[in-house]
């Protein structure tokens, strides 16, 4: 019945003023793939992640998940869909410590209803299992040392890791990142990408990630599409794109 | 001149006052500190509380005694040699209007007072009845609040709430008879007449106690799951939506809880001063003092509430004290240094310590230490490893 | 009766100090992206210098004269001016410098409305002290307990109209032409609204940002002084004159946008005539309804509230952001 991709979009367009960000974009992302989304500076894939995110709804076009039409629905919406996202800038919240940033990406906590919150039998076992799993999560992550620390107290490199954290706790069937690996060191970058590869053939979560480090991302990716200019230019399998000549010059002009 | 003071009746005074003061605050701290709404018409929900008292409650009272015991506050009237002239017995079908109107009101009183001295089981049941509609009536104004509070932000959200609740408590109560009796305001009746003379003090050990279960509270919602969301979504809005915080529900929520506790305060304010009056809920008393506490004790933080609230509570009873010395030395009434003080007080605070004397801390949900020890057993092999994690340095 | 006259003129002085209000509320919140809650007790400050304009020239002994303008609204100006310009550097600038958040500085300016209160109600009881101290038997008239009084009845009229309502008018018509030839045939006005419009291009320019930001806050100051002056004519003397006042100067500059002087200005007198023929015809309506005379005028802030209200959910960004091209050839006014 449910065909192969998870997600696609058919003819977004989005403007800003009088430009447009994307102009006619068609995508599909295979289920349990991980799937890169590439292109130079300004070439509109943050503003897709953001339609899909439902950040901003499009001027015109699709979006499908799961042969469902998810266009403009509200964030939380979406992400109670099954889709989550990471910011290129990370978002966290700021006076909250490592731990509670993961935690709160936690789907389904029974304590987050504010009327009965106050009843700690409901939720407490919930609670234990989401912070034991975000602190497995750091772990993995290698920011197991900075639990308590308030996440305003972070480098770059690290906030990224603590969005990229958020991601994985939100149980999420669809992942979109925003350049997770951006001020990331290298070797903790191929163990992240390993580990996303790991994720998708355990338990089938399907990854679209934005990134531009491909010398260390391309190894991991099953499939590529580069944009340009607010459309897609190209798209196959990760050393086809990576060679194509329209990509290589957009990346030129870029 | 030798000061004279009644240690007893200041310690009670300032037990009430830090009460009232300590669950408005925490209210406030539940919007304003965890959530991130500039609550700045908090007045108009601790006066919606008082309101019902005065408006409802004064009528409904008034009603049932005048239904169920028709005789005897009949008698009541007519032994009163002023009212007997004026209240007869086809009267006693409107006593429920008389005593909610400025006229009838000082009058009935006391007559009401009489009564309930009579019937003190019936008081008490009126009183649960009243504060339980006072909390409900709460909570719905903060659910019709919510709407345009929803779709607002920041300082727009400011303004609503400051223009409503100035119009309410200013113009519609000050000068709207119906309400409160408006610029005299009403008497009520005294409910709590089973506490005989003691009755102010009965009513503070009351609010003390509805202050010390309204900490419990804030204090488990501040170290649950919802705690910590509500932090999530002060800190940032879009970040939590798309982490499947619905913000609007978030918000509404909060501030309906937030309401039906300023309301509870109101209320118990109002059956403590035995009367009310819309010039005792103005901005200052009601929203600019809750937001000095929070901000001198510690912005989302319960304890830091109280300690925000007992410290500008001491400071005002020591105006208060010094104030008859002041007052032949000064050209002016000593009250306005109070004011000015304060005023100074929460701008010097946000330039040295904004986060205020006890600063917010993460909610504890649960024991953290330990699951992160039970972590580092579980999945870390290497004693180093584990040393180093511990130690809070990054493992290579 | 469809028109009252006397109405009319009445709401003319009242409309045009709360376009003064808005216009310069506006103006500060341009420059400090915080509202001023403090605003409203700004005119009453000026409204105090008429009182000492009233007791110092011995107007309270002649009875009306133009004195009262001339010497009150220079002073108000440059009372309220300093005022204002003390709160921005004194306390927003160095507050928002350590990055404090709106609603901390939002809580600051609340902080400064009960200081300047506080501080009009010392001079208040020490100007009530000398004035019943005084023998002399007109000055202790001037102001009676506690702390209020009227001082209508020293403005002079024109042609049998109270001055306030011809002069409040023509100020706020000559302030918003001034600040309007100001801001675009003037090199500084120029650099006022680069400044406003992106301080980190115009510092790389060599504007001096704090500078222009310091006098847009002393002139929003004055305006509120001058709005002040206008404002007790209309009403009672009191320290806490702003408090409720500050709900309709909201309004103004809501409805007005929060970003234009001129629809600051317009919102402004559109409240004030908003609140004074509401209540004007909903008491006809009423009082025909209910058969009894009903008086409104002191629920006016309601129509305020009500304004806030819908802006807020039909046009948050005001009166300024519709596009009125296509609203006046929707009308038929325009092709
Ligand atoms: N909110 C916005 N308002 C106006 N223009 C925007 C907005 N968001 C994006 N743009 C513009 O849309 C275009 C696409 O931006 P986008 O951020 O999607 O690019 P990108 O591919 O993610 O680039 P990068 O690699 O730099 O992250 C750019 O020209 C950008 O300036
Ligand atoms: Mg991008």
Redesign the interface.
Known sequence: MQSNHIIETRGIVKTFGGLRALDGVDIKVQRGSLTLLIGPNGSGKTTLINVIGGVYKPDAGQVIYEGEDITGLPPHEIYHKGIVRTFQIPRLFKNLIVTENLATAKRGNPGENVYLAPLKSRWIDFETKTIRESMITELKLKILHMWNRKSSELSGGQMKLVEIGRSLMAGARLVLMDEPAAGVNPTLAHQIFAMLKEMTRGLGITFLIVEHRLEIAAEYADYVIAMARGKVISEGKPNEVMTDPVVVKSYLEG | MPIELDIGTLAQSLAYFIAAYTIVTLSLNLE?GFT?I?N?GKHLFVAAGAFVVASIGNRLSAYIVSVLYKDEILKLIQEDPLLSKRITEADIGSLWSMYADPLGNRDLDRIMDKFFAQHPELGILLFILILILAVAIGGLLGLLISY?AL??R???L???L???A??VV???G???KPLVGGTTGLFLPRYLAVFGQKVILGVTVLLILAAVAMYLYAQRIANSPAGRMMRAVRDDELAAASLGKDIAKVRRDVIIISSAMAALAGALIAIHTGSVVSTHYQ??SW??IP??MM?VGGVANNSGVVVGVAIIMILQKFVDIVKPMLAPVV???PV??Y??G???V??LM??MR?QGIIPEKPSRTVNFEEIFEDVLEDKVEDEQAKKMIREGRATP | MVLNVQLFLDTMAYASVLGLLSMSLTLTYIVSR??N?AHATFAAIGSYMVLIVVWLLGIYKTGPSWGVYYASLPLSFIVVGAVALLQYLI?LR??AK?G?S???L???T??????L???L??SA??LE?IFQQSPDKDLRKLVTYPRSGYLSSYEPTIMGVTASSILGPLLLVVSTVGFYLFLTRTKFGTAMRAAIENPQLAETLGINVNLVYSISWFIAGGLAGIAGVIMVMTTKLNPTMG??L??SV??GS?VGGLGSLFWGAVGGLLIGFLEQFGVYYTQIILGALTGETVSLG??R??F??GA??VM??VA?QGLASLNWGKILSRLGLRR
């Not at chain 3, 609340?110 to 200081?115: A, E, F, K, R, V």
């Open positions: 304003a991130g500039p700045f345009p779709r607002l920041g300082e727009y400011a303004i609503l400051l223009a409503a100035e119009m200013m113009a519609i000050y000068y709207w901005r200052f929203t600019f937001w000095a901000i050209p002016f009434d306005w240094l004011q000015i304060l005023g100074l929460i701008i946000l330039y904004p | 915080v509202p809650f306390v160095p507050l350590k404090i709106i609603d901390g939002m809580i600051a609340l902080g400064i409305d009960i200081i209160v506080g501080l109600n010392i009881d020490f002290e408090w409720l500050i709900v909201f309004a809501i002191n629920y802030q309601v305020s509230l806030i209200v807020l959910l948050p």
